[in-house]
């Protein structure tokens, strides 16, 4: 990358680290999926129940496959062949995990985190159960703010989101969000993550890199 445009981008990392810290969450730079795959490797313990939420950059940096050759107790909700029963199960013993692992659909400079959700599992994990939370995310999902965030999720990664999943929805169709009433609509829940009550639950880690939606 540009010198110039890397000073830029890691004045940005750096001002949204320092916002979370404010807001009581924990977060770091990580500068490569090693180094990041180490820190993760580091947390896990034998048995320890860990789960995940529904993320394209957890596959992207590996971490969905650490965690099933790891001796933690991974809910694998990925599993091949699990009924609709089994995953309902994992989305509700994920709130009685020692880590829920996610990523974030926008992440502001001011320090929030910004989510959307169909069903609503992620999004309540993130708020309130799991032990800990950690939250894996690019640089390419920090935005100025809410407003930018909303305008992210409407643009990019809801009609993505929506394309993964196979969606019958029109912004598979038009690649943008048209705020639909379809059966197969992603967009649910809206949650803005503040200030934390209780300090470093929630642990941010960003990576200089284009991951996920
Ligand atoms: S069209 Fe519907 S599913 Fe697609 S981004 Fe908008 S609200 Fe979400």
């Known amino acids: 990358m540009d010198m110039n445009l890397k000073f830029v981008n890691d004045k940005r990392i750096e001002r949204t680290i320092e916002k979370l810290k404010e807001n009581n969450m924990n977060a770091e730079f990580v500068k490569t999926k090693e180094e990041l795959l180490n820190k993760i490797n580091g947390m896990l313990q034998q048995d320890m129940r860990v789960t995940v939420g529904g993320s394209m950059t957890l596959f992207q940096c590996g971490i969905i496959e650490l965690l099933r050759n790891s001796s933690a107790n991974f809910l694998d909700r990925y599993t091949d ?70 305008m992210r999720n409407r643009e990019v990664s809801g009609p993505a989101n ?15 969000c048209h705020e639909c009433s379809s059966d197969d609509r992603i967009c649910c829940s809206y949650v803005l993550t503040k200030y934390q009550l209780e300090k470093d639950r929630i642990n941010v880690f960003i990576m200089d890199e284009n991951l996920g939606y």
């Open 162 to 176: 929506a394309k993964r999943l196979n969606r019958k929805t029109p912004c598979t169709v038009t690649g943008r």
């Open 81 to 150: 062949g699990l009924s609709s029963e089994e995953i309902r199960r994992i989305y509700f013993e994920a709130f009685n995990s020692d880590i829920y692992f996610t990523s974030s659909n926008a992440i502001t400079e001011e320090g929030y985190l910004f989510n959307v959700d169909g069903r609503g599992n992620r999004v309540a994990a993130i708020t309130y159960g799991p032990k800990k939370v950690v939250v894996i995310v690019g640089a390419n999902k920090i935005v100025r703010d809410v407003d930018e965030a909303i």
